[in-house]
């Protein structure tokens, strides 16, 4: 499977573009939003790990750039952020649309369950 992650951090980037990529998945890195809804139409990817806390655009505005683009309306996203309370994930994905949440920082099991999911799509 091919995989995006958005995130400004990179030490949290690093860590779930490794446990991905020791799991044999391919991923695109991007460190901003910024001209990702671009390569979200041009490529397939079986999911998004996107950050919430992002300057410019945090991952909830981005999210609802994805889901209210024709092509991209059903790109899975799974919001990989350190925002923890149950209230915020709840949030994140009833309210803000996202199709899984995962706190950080991540870990094997946690990246392993949401992959089970976009394998079940």
Same mark, same amino acid.
């Given at each position: ?32 939003? &910024? ?52 209230? &915020? ?33």
């Amino acid at each position: 499977m091919r995989f995006a992650v958005v995130d400004d951090s990179a030490v949290d980037r690093h860590l779930l573009v490794s446990l991905l990529q020791d799991m044999g998945h391919d991923v695109d890195v991007f460190e901003s939003s &910024e001209g990702v809804l671009s390569k979200l139409t041009k490529e397939q990817y079986s999911a998004v790990f996107l950050d919430i806390v992002m300057p410019q655009q945090d991952g909830y505005k981005f999210l609802r750039a994805i889901r209210s683009h024709p092509e991209l309306a059903q790109q899975h996203v799974i919001f990989c952020s350190s925002k923890k309370t149950p209230l &915020e994930m709840k949030y994140g994905i009833e309210k803000a649309g996202a199709n899984d949440y995962i706190t950080k920082p991540v870990s094997r099991d946690m990246v392993m369950g949401a992959l089970q999911k976009v394998s079940v799509l």
